[in-house]
């Protein structure tokens, strides 16, 4: 299978601290894939490397064959890269309806003068724009909610609102930080399921950053483990699962006897 | 237990009046109660000094009466009542103990106000022996404000209302009185029936206080049944009554300032010009969320603008008609806003606010420096500016000749009302659909998150220049109406101070709201302007508002609609979880 992205030996300091160090990774086109690893192990870095919120200091990332490294963010997300965020960031005190409407901005063309006379085709786009935002708005279970402010939604809608924020941007690629973060094991299955929706029905690769191993290892086809920036072991959920280094990053030395559901639960009591 | 309740709500009474009381004697010590004193509410009868002294013991009387009905377990009237007088005879004694003191002690080295006209005022002009007056007036207040909560509501509400609107109509009723007069013979005799030189006459106050009291229990007793059947008609019905009310709104629109005389027009024309560049400033503070403490410069921009182009004296560069120097004011505006909006492109927050001010400054500098002198005038500033001109303007002769106009010349602040208006209707419609549009959106989501907006597709760059150059060219156009009204423009005219009044009425309207716009200006533009008397303390009444404001109603008079729907939204469904 071709892959859609290709990351080559991407490296990102913060003075003198190595955030990603010379990371070569791949996602395959049309699957859902993870990265995992501890806290501050930059894999949120790595993201920003992808979407253009940091500039990778060395090495390659290309985008259907097309180097993005240099690339402004809004000029990524228009080659159709979208994602969400680890604490969420959702335009909180605009309406769920307008936060996917402005998501679908690169698609709407009307300039500020055909805007204010109200041209018939300003008219029909908005109108389309509407639809299409409801129609999105169903999608992620949210129907009749289009005028609650985005602050004002329970914390599982609004998780579910950035996502169909950042599907309006109609992404090949969708990049999802932690999107199972405060969730019960009932809504993280319904998670899974409809991540694997985005995959199978609209044909979007999916590329999660995760730390609910049950989540992780329920719905990827491939994994990449970073520790200390660095891409320490990748593999199938079961290669991972077994692998001494990853087990040994995550707990420590010495205390592989421990479960990796274990260690993840305390990393749960740890952040709560 | 009941004796310590008892002690505690006299000595509560006791502290509201103290707190009344210092409130009143700085009233009269910053010199407000003696200015209001030349000014009556009813002639003869009550000085709006006295309205205002009074109004405080009356609400000190209220309060702790109020406050004693949540400290005592078992409130009667009479413990209310007694704390009422508490508090308002307090309030006297305050003022009663400095006159007292006033007369040995000569507080003027300190206070200047403190002078023998206050004392005068305070006394009722009976020397020192009408000191008594002030404490029983303030007892009897506080008991009539205590006694208030008394009455039914059917009675108190009208009687409220009635003396509100007294109390607007003393301040208003030298305006009222030149727009009455200035209806002819018939209005000369009603004027004078109905206000002398100073406030209203006795039938006069006696007449609107029935009349609004009336009003008020009509509408208490009917408005809500008029209100039902207003909503239950059918939709042909709404709409024409909708109609009706903007036929009527548009009548009195297109023939006030004929009625109401050039001040009141100048007063409203101004108003509608700091509308425009209050919903300049709304489109890059209240909209994108960029702070601009420079405002002023696109307004002087577009003035000269204006100025350079259409004036017949010296600094004339051209003498094209106002209607075409119009398009190119805001024009040069926008490319203004353009020119600001680069450099500050990649500075967020305090630094914006800090970077936009130099500009306003260095604007207001430049045009006022003896080094374009030649080109600005300096501080002569730019004169002979050319009225819009209906018809056909005549060719230009000569220097400091007007060109002669052939139809309707827009010469007074009545005609360029017309102008005013319809700029700050038409600008308010453009914000409006700019709003709803994309680009309305993404300045909204870059005001909440800039880069979540940037990953969105949003090329920050563009939709913020474009922010800048809107409201530059809004500001503009306020600008150019603000030239040919005057007819000439200064650079001292263009003071930090106007950047800052935007700044405020918008804060105070409702942040990206649009007709929070227009009652932020009629509130801290408008009223200052009508309102001479309180000219002298205009700042501190501004301060003393936006502190009240920023505390009580932080989100602004008319908030934004997003704000209002939600409201509205959590009402109908209240109870209802996801």
């Given at each position: 299978?071709?892959s ?11 003075g003198?601290?190595v955030?990603?160090?010379s ?5 395959p ?11 501050g192990?930059g894999?949120t870095t790595f993201?920003?490397?992808?979407t253009?919120?940091n500039k990778?200091d060395?090495?390659?990332?290309l985008?259907?064959?097309?180097p ?5 963010p809004d000029?990524i997300?228009r ?6 965020y680890?604490?969420?960031r959702?335009f909180a ?11 679908q ?5 009307a300039?500020?003068l055909?805007a ?8 029909k786009?908005?109108q389309?724009?509407?639809?299409e935002?409801k129609?999105?708005?169903?999608f992620?279970d949210?129907?009749?909610?289009g ?6 939604l329970p914390?599982g809608?609004q998780r579910?609102l950035e996502?169909a924020?950042a599907?309006a941007?109609?992404p090949k690629?969708?990049?999802?930080d932690?999107p ?6 009932r809504?993280?299955e319904?998670l899974?399921v ?11 690769t999916v590329l999660?950053?995760e730390?609910h191993?049950?989540?992780v290892?329920?719905?990827s086809e491939h994994?990449t483990v ?9 593999g199938?959920?079961?290669e ?5 280094r990853v087990?040994?990053?995550y707990?420590g ?7 990796m559901e274990t260690?993840?639960e ?7 | 237990m ?15 009046g103290?707190?009344g009381?210092a ?7 910053i010199g407000?109660?003696e200015?209001?004193?030349k000014?009556?509410v009813?002639?003869?009868v009550?000085?709006?000094g006295q309205?205002?002294l ?5 609400s ?13 377990r078992?409130p009667s009237?009479?413990?209310?009542l007694?704390?009422g007088l508490v508090?308002?005879l307090?309030?006297?004694l305050v003022?009663?103990?400095f ?5 040995k002690i000569?507080?003027?080295a ?5 002078s023998?006209?206050?004392y005068k ?5 009976k ?8 404490p029983?007036?303030g ?5 009539l404000?205590?006694?208030f909560p008394?009455?039914?509501t059917s009675?108190?509400r009208?009687l409220?209302h009635a003396v509100l609107?007294l109390f607007f109509?003393a301040?208003?009723s030298?305006l ?6 200035n ?7 009603i004027?004078k029936?109905?206000f002398?030189q100073t406030?209203m006459?006795v039938p006069?106050a ?8 009336a009003?008020?229990?009509f509408w208490?007793?009917f408005g809500?049944?008029?209100?039902t059947?207003?909503s239950?008609?059918p939709?042909?019905g709404?709409?024409g009554l909708?109609?009706?009310?903007i036929?009527?709104?548009g009548i009195i629109a297109?023939g006030?300032?004929?009625?109401s005389g050039p001040f009141?027009?100048?007063v409203i024309v101004?108003v509608?010009?700091?509308?425009l560049m209050g919903l300049?400033?709304n ?6 969320g960029?702070?601009d403490?420079?405002?002023?410069a696109?307004y002087?921009?577009g ?9 017949y004296g ?5 003498h094209?008609?106002f209607?075409?120097?119009v398009p190119i004011?805001v024009l040069?505006a926008?490319?203004?806003?353009f020119?600001?909006g680069l450099p ?10 800090i970077?936009t001010?130099?500009?306003?400054e260095i604007?207001?500098?430049l045009?006022?420096?003896?080094f374009?002198i030649n080109?600005?005038g300096?501080?002569q ?9 209906i018809?056909v303007?005549e ?5 400091d ?5 052939r139809g ?8 360029i009302?017309?102008?005013?208006i319809f700029?700050?209707?038409?600008i308010?419609f ?6 709803e549009?994309?680009?309305g959106?993404?300045w ?11 990953a969105?597709?949003?090329?920050l760059?563009?939709?913020k220049?474009l922010?800048?150059?809107l409201g530059?060219a809004?500001?503009?156009l ?7 009204l005057?007819g000439?423009?200064?650079a001292?005219?263009m003071?930090?101070?106007v950047s800052?009044?935007?700044?405020a009425?918008i804060?105070?309207?409702g ?5 929070g716009?227009?009652?932020?200006a009629?509130?801290l ?5 009508l ?6 303390f205009?700042y501190l009444?501004?301060?003393a508002v936006?502190i009240?404001m920023?505390?009580?109603k ?8 997003a704000a209002?729907r939600?409201l509205h939204?959590?009402?109908a ?6």
């Amino acid at each position: 299978m071709a892959s859609i992205l290709t990351a080559k030996k991407v490296t990102k300091r913060f003075g003198g601290l190595v955030a990603v160090n010379s990371v070569d990774f791949e996602i395959p086109e049309k699957s859902i894939v993870s990265i995992i690893g501890p806290n501050g192990a930059g894999k949120t870095t790595f993201f920003n490397c992808i979407t253009g919120f940091n500039k990778p200091d060395e090495g390659e990332i290309l985008f259907e064959g097309t180097p993005i490294q240099k690339l402004r963010p809004d000029q990524i997300s228009r080659l159709g890269i979208a994602r969400t965020y680890q604490n969420i960031r959702l335009f909180a005190e605009m309406t769920a309806l307008e936060n996917i409407l402005v998501g679908q901005h690169i698609f709407l063309h009307a300039s500020w003068l055909s805007a204010v006379l109200g041209t018939p085709n300003v008219v029909k786009e908005e109108q389309g724009a509407l639809d299409e935002a409801k129609r999105l708005l169903d999608f992620v279970d949210l129907t009749g909610h289009g005028d609650t402010l985005a602050r004002n939604l329970p914390y599982g809608a609004q998780r579910r609102l950035e996502i169909a924020r950042a599907l309006a941007t109609k992404p090949k690629l969708l990049l999802l930080d932690e999107p199972s973060a405060g969730m019960n094991p009932r809504e993280s299955e319904d998670l899974t399921v409809f991540i694997r929706r985005l995959r199978d029905a609209l044909g979007i690769t999916v590329l999660l950053i995760e730390h609910h191993m049950r989540v992780v290892m329920g719905i990827s086809e491939h994994i990449t483990v970073l520790d200390y920036g660095e891409k320490i072991a990748e593999g199938s959920p079961k290669e991972i699962q077994s692998n001494p280094r990853v087990i040994e990053a995550y707990l420590g030395r010495g205390a592989a006897t421990e479960g990796m559901e274990t260690a993840h639960e305390r990393h749960q009591k740890k952040a709560g | 237990m009941n004796e310590i309740t008892k002690e505690n709500f006299l000595w509560s009474a006791l502290k509201i009046g103290l707190l009344g009381g210092a409130i009143a004697l700085f009233i009269c010590l910053i010199g407000m109660t003696e200015i209001f004193s030349k000014r009556a509410v009813i002639e003869k009868v009550i000085t709006l000094g006295q309205f205002v002294l009074l109004a405080i013991s009356v609400s000190c009387g209220l309060i702790a009466a109020r406050r004693t009905s949540q400290l005592l377990r078992s409130p009667s009237a009479f413990s209310g009542l007694t704390a009422g007088l508490v508090a308002g005879l307090t309030v006297g004694l305050v003022l009663a103990l400095f006159i007292l003191a006033g007369d040995k002690i000569n507080f003027r080295a300190v206070f200047l106000n403190a002078s023998p006209a206050l004392y005068k005022v305070l006394t009722f002009e009976k020397g020192i022996g009408g000191a008594w007056i002030l404490p029983a007036a303030g007892a009897i207040s506080g008991l009539l404000g205590a006694a208030f909560p008394l009455i039914p509501t059917s009675v108190r509400r009208p009687l409220f209302h009635a003396v509100l609107f007294l109390f607007f109509m003393a301040l208003f009723s030298g305006l009222f009185r030149v727009v009455i007069i200035n209806q002819g013979e018939k209005g000369e005799k009603i004027a004078k029936y109905l206000f002398g030189q100073t406030g209203m006459t006795v039938p006069g106050a006696s007449i609107f206080f029935v009349l609004v009291g009336a009003i008020s229990a009509f509408w208490s007793a009917f408005g809500k049944q008029i209100k039902t059947s207003a909503s239950n008609l059918p939709k042909g019905g709404k709409i024409g009554l909708r109609v009706v009310a903007i036929v009527i709104i548009g009548i009195i629109a297109l023939g006030l300032p004929r009625v109401s005389g050039p001040f009141i027009a100048q007063v409203i024309v101004i108003v509608a010009l700091y509308i425009l560049m209050g919903l300049g400033l709304n489109v890059t503070l209240g909209f994108a969320g960029l702070l601009d403490l420079g405002f002023v410069a696109f307004y002087a921009i577009g003035a000269y603008t204006v100025g350079l182009l259409t004036s017949y004296g010296p600094f004339g560069m051209q003498h094209i008609s106002f209607w075409a120097a119009v398009p190119i004011a805001v024009l040069v505006a926008m490319c203004a806003g353009f020119v600001l909006g680069l450099p500050v492109l990649g500075v967020r927050g305090d630094y914006l606010a800090i970077a936009t001010l130099g500009f306003g400054e260095i604007v207001r500098l430049l045009a006022g420096s003896d080094f374009l002198i030649n080109y600005f005038g300096g501080p002569q500033g730019v004169i002979g500016i050319q009225k819009p001109c209906i018809g056909v303007l005549e060719a230009f002769t000569k220097i400091d000749v007007p060109r002669m106009c052939r139809g309707i010349e827009l010469k007074d602040p009545q005609d360029i009302y017309y102008l005013a208006i319809f700029s700050a209707i038409l600008i308010a419609f453009v914000s409006w659909r700019l709003r709803e549009s994309r680009l309305g959106r993404a300045w909204m989501a870059i005001r909440e998150d800039e880069d979540v907006a940037e990953a969105l597709g949003i090329n920050l760059i563009q939709t913020k220049l474009l922010a800048y150059m809107l409201g530059a060219a809004m500001a503009g156009l306020g600008g150019a109406i603000f030239a040919t009204l005057i007819g000439s423009i200064f650079a001292s005219s263009m003071q930090l101070i106007v950047s800052i009044n935007v700044v405020a009425l918008i804060i105070v309207g409702g942040m990206g709201s649009i007709p929070g716009v227009i009652v932020g200006a009629i509130a801290l533009i408008g009223l200052p302007e009508l309102l001479r008397e309180v000219s002298e303390f205009r700042y501190l009444l501004y301060g003393a508002v936006l502190i009240i404001m920023m505390l009580v109603k932080p989100e602004g008079l008319w908030p934004s609609q997003a704000a209002k729907r939600e409201l509205h939204h959590l009402d109908a469904e209240a109870g209802t979880e996801l």
